[in-house]
Each structure stands twice: as structure tokens, then as C-alpha cells.
């Protein structure tokens, strides 16, 4: 029960959000939507459910483009805004993509350690770039460039994915077919998220930022 003397604390964090806060939750809830959908999909079979969890990534990265200008418009930058937006990404451009990757047919052992690999490298170059982030604006309060590819490049991938499905090349039917290595299987396809997740821990590449 809340009492009169706790209502203060209680509502004290939705004080602390700003607008462009609530466009970041609404990029997470579409990456927890996403992955919803995929386990429905591995569930039902039905293609419509599969289309509009690779649709709802799209929406997050939108939402993840508007936070950034809302905030730099309103001049509302805060710590809590920077870790809700790395958090919200890590849902919606990594473990959202792996999930659809895994209901779409990339679910051997050897695909399953791919994803898994994916995964950690974006948790790993959020991470990095919050920690650098500072440095990389050299005091001038807006980073200029990326040490590898953003996060939300993985929107690529799911693109790729929604064709398969548009075309019916989903499961057995994946592109590149299905290698048995040892005693687990890997798709070809499940390659491309290896060489995402390389990329966005590079510390060579420079990618400008708009």
C-alpha cells in the first residue's frame, strides 16, 4: 500500500523523464513486441506474424532517430536518457534481430553461438560508446563519429530477413541452405550477423555522425 509520505518517491522517476525519453521506451516496447511476435511465429507458423515483427524494428529505429532530435532540440541531454537509449537499442537492434534470426530457420548449434555472438557485441559496443562517449566529443558536448557500426544497422539484417519471409524462403527453405558441422548445424545466412557483430566492435572504423 502507498501511503500519503511515499507518493513523492513513487512518482519521483516520471518527473525525472523528458519528452524524447518516452519516444525511447517506445523503441524498446517495439523491440519487446518484436520478439513477442517471433516466438508467436515459432509457434503458429503463420508468415503474418514473422512480417510484423520484422515491421515493428523499422518503427524502433524511427523512434530511435527522433529521440536523438528531440533531446538536441529541446537541449535536454541527461545520464538517464543516455542509458535508456542503450538499453532500448541493445532490445530492439540485438536481441530482437537474433530472436527473429532464431524463428526464421537459424536455429542450430553453430547459428545459436553466431547470435549469441552478435548479441554480446552489441551489449559490448553500447558500452564502449557510453563510456567514450565524452572523449569522442572532445568537449564540444556532440560525439562526431562512431568506432564501428551503430547498433541499429541491424536493421539491415532484419530487412533481409522480412524478404525471406515475403518470398517464402523461411525454415527449411532458408537461403544458403544448411551445413552440419561436428555435431551442430549452421545456415550460411546466420554469417551476416557474425560480420555485423564484427563490425560494431571495430575500433578502426570511423563512421561520421550526422
Not at 94 to 112: E, I, K, N, Q, R
Not at 147 to 167: D, R
Amino acid at each position: 500500500m502507498v501511503t500519503q509520505a511515499d507518493k513523492p518517491r513513487h512518482f519521483s522517476m516520471l518527473r525525472e523523464f523528458h519528452l524524447a525519453d518516452f519516444f525511447t521506451l517506445g523503441n524498446a516496447a517495439c523491440g519487446v513486441g518484436s520478439v513477442f511476435l517471433a516466438m508467436l511465429f515459432l509457434n503458429s507458423g503463420y508468415s503474418l506474424h514473422f512480417q510484423i515483427a520484422a515491421l515493428l524494428l523499422p518503427l524502433a529505429f524511427i523512434l530511435d532517430i527522433f529521440d536523438g532530435r528531440i533531446a538536441r532540440a529541446r537541449n535536454q541531454y541527461s545520464a538517464l536518457g543516455r542509458e535508456l537509449d542503450s538499453l532500448a537499442d541493445i532490445i530492439s537492434f540485438g536481441v530482437a534481430p537474433a530472436a527473429l534470426a532464431f524463428a526464421a530457420g537459424m536455429s542450430g548449434g553453430w547459428d545459436a553461438a553466431v547470435l549469441i555472438y552478435f548479441v554480446c557485441c552489441g551489449v559490448s559496443r553500447l558500452a564502449r560508446y557510453n563510456v567514450t562517449a565524452e572523449q569522442l566529443s572532445e568537449g564540444t558536448g556532440k560525439v562526431k563519429y562512431f568506432e564501428g557500426t551503430p547498433i541499429p544497422t541491424s536493421v539491415a539484417l532484419v530487412g533481409v530477413l522480412a524478404y525471406a519471409c515475403w518470398q517464402g524462403h523461411l525454415g527449411v527453405d532458408l537461403y544458403g541452405g544448411a551445413w552440419v558441422i561436428g555435431p551442430w548445424t549452421l545456415h550460411p545466412l546466420v554469417l551476416m550477423f557474425a560480420a555485423s557483430g564484427t563490425l560494431m566492435i571495430s575500433k578502426t572504423l570511423r563512421i561520421p555522425k550526422f
